[in-house]
């Protein structure tokens, strides 16, 4: 609509221009959209009705009428009696302090609505208006600024005219849809009565301004009693209140007192103030502590969110994963999510900040405390109910490896739970991959993995860590992985599953499976969206060699050949990669001191030193998984010069399983090999491999050869995985059947790896981590080839002998001689499973001719058959001879 076609505008009175002069130096304004009368309907009569009544609301809305080019709120209203084009739903009583208030009387709706029904001509457009003072101040605004910023709580004048001086450079203006009256009425068909349809209306518009003010400033969470109140009233704690009153041989007032303790304990005391108090904080402590925070694909979020309940899932490798997302979210104008915190992080001063900015507090455990779970259950289900969005982290603690934590599902149960009993808006799971390229908690963690006691929390303790902020911490990502809907999983599952919602107790069969695939799924969206940065693709090259140090061309080299492996075979397409070039990349290591420099005349060294080397596994372990295909196909020709295409698929087949567990990765078993022939093609065409036989066979160059180093770097990232498979399977095997158990195994293998490690100067912690052999025989238990018997003793399947006899393929005759050496258990070191065992493929002694027509198959078949003859006869070189040779420093 033009300016021509407006109507003509009304004189509003001298002391309202007068007001607006005034203020207007103090006022900033942004509409939303910018340009609202595209909205409007050409030749209707428009009035605006705004949230509540204030003289500075109508100041703003007549300035953000004038400057937009629409009819002034200020002018009589055509064809009717009106004279103004405006009216608010809530008016307030009382002047400087006054904050009495009572909703509007409808008396203008019905006024309105009498005037359509005595002319069947004429319509209305109705344009609900959001003005918002201050819902964001900035880097630069001041303490009061925060404090007077917008929220749910209809104020007085005085404090609004303060909120106007302190925020007013901050004011959203919001235009909705306009809503033709007429249209309204004619939907409704014969209106009896006026009143009572304009009160439906008022209704209408109510609910409307509830929900754009929830979207822009979160929901209105009252006081923290007016929820737990909700909680203690459900009738699930009700009951649970009498059943404690009567197991416990209390009166029903104690056992209320108790479960209203456990709710306080719990809940939130969620303050609009506080968030923008702390928000304001951070500003100045991340730009002294980070270089920078990006977040990548939020876009995405934003579209995808609207109508659902958002449960933001994030990794968790640090105490600042929560406030940078958290902040990240305020500063993008998205409602900060409710997070759930451990109860040892309700500490003295820091418990009640944390609480005011969203944290609610559970304990570590439930167990043996039935009212507990029921009223932590009711006050989850209390804030999904509300539409709050909620962030946790299903890995249950901060990860000290580096890589994804196994799941725990507690969190994910409850809410499912949650939804089922009351499933009105679907609920959107969030996964967030969060990339450092240094930690505060770094030492930490090292510490704790060699097997120091972890420190309790205690603001003691905090003042102490303060000396970590002294450093910088280069640059932080927040990738927003692909969200995740509940309600297409529980379709699959079961199609009546909204059935279930009947009983609020049931726990459907198909629950855990559910759950247990939403967990999977979670974290391999996380690792979707990894961030790759210039020190993930460092600790990747200079942790694969034996002293962790490479010539600069070499390290040059191996950087170039990632970063085109992670280009031209990307991970998935949420993946994001630095842009640096590989001598960027070395630069920015030796400025963030991970690295140094070695001169000399034959050219400069890069590396890194023991202590260093160690948390730089961290950051290897965060991209480990991007890595994984690439690195299995290299292992395969850390022993071996030449194997069949064929021979590389077959045996990646037998370990994926084992390595999808570990690493989350997102194939199945049939996209796997689709990957591992992409990366072969990749390393044909880099030269790395040559193939011949049409494809059939593949061989690497010597061990010398440029090429080989450059494969033997991308497998040592790997090869400490098979070294733990093959501990755990050796246990086993040289124990026999039926003498450990699986805490006994897991305990053999963690003192197996932790003795290796010495020996071996291992720089990688994670290498004697309990949980990742106790996912490994979870893995092999659930494949059905290692289980208990009815001892609890673990008997195990022929094919554990098998996987005995392929790991001759991957893993060096010293290492594993080491291995058997020093596991306990048996009477003999001689390597289990393996005296039967012909090696699965080496380099055939003669170059038989092979037909034109020969299958694949065919030909690895010839290859075994002149390995069994090498061996046989001892007519060629061992295959670990090759292997030794290759391990030599380079020049």
Not at 533 to 539: C, H
Request: net charge neutral; with cysteine.
């Amino acid at each position: 609509m033009s300016t021509a076609e407006l109507p003509a505008r009304s004189r509003a009175p001298w002391w309202f221009n007068l007001a607006g002069q005034l203020l207007e130096p103090w006022l900033r304004l942004r509409r939303d959209p910018a340009e609202p009368a595209t909205l409007l309907k050409a030749g209707l009569p428009v009035c605006y009705v705004v949230e509540r009544d204030g003289f500075s609301d109508a100041l703003i809305l007549e300035r953000a009428c004038r400057e937009a080019g629409l009819p002034s709120p200020m002018q009589p209203l055509q064809g009717t009696r009106r004279r103004r084009s405006m009216f608010a739903l809530v008016r307030r009583d009382g002047w400087l302090f006054g904050r009495n208030r009572h909703r509007a009387p409808t008396e203008t709706l019905s006024q309105l609505v009498r005037t359509l029904e005595a002319d069947p001509e004429r319509d209305i457009q109705i344009v609900p208006v959001s003005i918002y003072v201050g819902r964001a101040p900035n880097r630069e605004s001041g303490w009061f600024s925060v404090l007077f910023s917008e929220n749910w709580v209809m104020v007085g004048r005085f404090r609004r005219l303060l909120a106007l001086l302190l925020n007013g450079r901050d004011t959203v203006v919001h235009f909705s849809t306009p809503v033709s009256l007429r249209s309204v009425m004619t939907e409704a068909g014969d209106i009896q009565q006026p009143e009572r349809f304009a009160r439906k209306i008022a209704r209408v518009l109510r609910t409307h301004f509830r929900r754009i003010r929830a979207a822009v400033i979160g929901p209105d969470l009252s006081h923290r009693r007016t929820v737990v109140d909700s909680v203690l009233n459900a009738e699930p704690v009700r009951d649970a209140i009498a059943a404690t009153a009567a197991r416990e041989n209390i009166s029903p007032a104690k056992a209320w007192r108790k479960a209203h303790d456990m709710a306080m304990e719990v809940a939130a005391d969620y303050s609009h103030p506080v968030v923008r108090s702390v928000s304001f904080l951070l500003s100045n402590f991340w730009n002294k502590l980070y270089d920078g925070i990006a977040m990548h694909h939020f876009d995405k979020v934003r579209a995808a969110a609207p109508g659902h309940e958002v449960v933001y899932v994030p990794c968790h490798r640090s105490h600042a994963d929560y406030l940078l997302l958290s902040y990240q979210l305020h500063q993008a104008g998205v409602v900060v999510p409710h997070i759930a915190a451990g109860v040892n992080l309700n500490l003295p001063v820091i418990g009640p900040v944390l609480r005011r900015g969203g944290a609610f507090f559970l304990r570590r455990s439930f167990k043996g405390n039935a009212l507990y779970s029921v009223v932590f259950n009711e006050y989850l289900a209390q804030l999904i109910d509300r539409g709050v969005p909620i962030e946790y982290f299903i890995e249950g603690g901060r990860s000290r490896t580096g890589r994804l934590l196994a799941p725990r599902a507690g969190m994910l149960v409850m809410t499912v739970r949650a939804f089922l009993r009351a499933p009105r808006r679907p609920v959107l799971f969030q996964p967030v991959y969060i990339g450092y390229e240094k930690l505060m908690e770094g030492k930490s963690y090292v510490g704790e993995l060699s097997g120091k006691t972890k420190e309790k929390e205690s603001l003691i303790g905090l003042l102490r860590g303060l000396k970590v902020l002294r450093q910088r911490y280069g640059h932080v990502a927040l990738n927003f992985g692909e969200p995740i809907e509940l309600n297409p999983l529980l379709d699959a599952a079961s199609p009546d599953w909204r059935a279930a919602s009947a009983d609020p107790d049931a726990k459907p069969e198909w629950l855990n499976g559910v759950v247990d695939n939403l967990a999977e799924q979670i974290q391999v969206n996380i690792n979707r969206a990894a961030d790759v940065n210039p020190i993930n693709l460092l600790a990747l090259a200079l942790l694969a060699t034996p002293k962790h140090a490479m010539a600069e061309s070499d390290l040059l080299a191996q950087l170039e050949l990632m970063k085109a492996l992670l280009e031209e075979l990307p991970y998935s397409d949420r993946m994001t990669l630095t842009p640096m070039d590989p001598a960027g990349i070395i630069a920015y290591g030796e400025q963030m001191g991970w690295i140094s420099r070695v001169r000399h005349p034959l050219g400069d060294v890069l590396t890194t030193d023991g202590e260093q080397a160690v948390l730089l596994s961290y950051f290897r372990n965060n991209v480990l998984h991007l890595q994984a295909t690439a690195a299995w196909v290299a292992c395969c020709f850390l022993n071996n010069r030449r194997m069949t295409r064929a021979s590389v698929l077959r045996l990646g087949r037998i370990i994926y399983p084992f390595i999808r567990g570990e690493l989350f990765l997102p194939w199945d078993t049939e996209g796997f090999g689709q990957q591992v022939q992409a990366t072969i093609d990749f390393f044909v065409r880099r030269g790395l491999l040559e193939a011949s036989g049409e494809g059939r066979v593949l061989e690497r160059g010597p061990g010398q050869d440029d090429a080989a180093y450059q494969l033997r770097v991308i497998a040592r990232s790997l090869i400490q995985a098979f070294e733990r498979y093959y501990i755990t399977i050796a246990a086993l095997v040289k124990n026999g059947p039926h003498v450990l158990t699986p805490a006994e195994l897991e305990n053999a293998c963690t003192l197996t790896a932790q003795r290796l490690a010495l020996l071996d100067e291992l720089s990688a912690p994670e290498f004697f981590d309990k949980a990742l052999f106790r996912g490994f025989i979870q893995k092999l238990r659930e494949s059905r080839i290692i289980w208990t018997d009815g001892n609890g003793k673990l008997d195990y399947d022929a094919a554990l002998e098998v996987m005995v006899r392929d790991a001759r393929v991957i893993l060096a005759r010293e290492v594993r001689h080491s291995i058997l050496k020093i596991t306990p258990g048996g009477d003999s070191d001689k390597e289990a499973g393996e005296k039967e065992a012909a090696p699965a493929v080496t380099e055939p002694p003669v170059a038989a001719p092979v037909p034109d027509d020969a299958s694949a198959e065919d030909l690895h078949r010839r290859h075994v058959d002149a390995e069994h003859h090498a061996h046989e006869h001892e007519t060629v070189r061992p295959v670990d001879t090759e292997a030794q040779r290759d391990q030599e420093p380079r020049a």
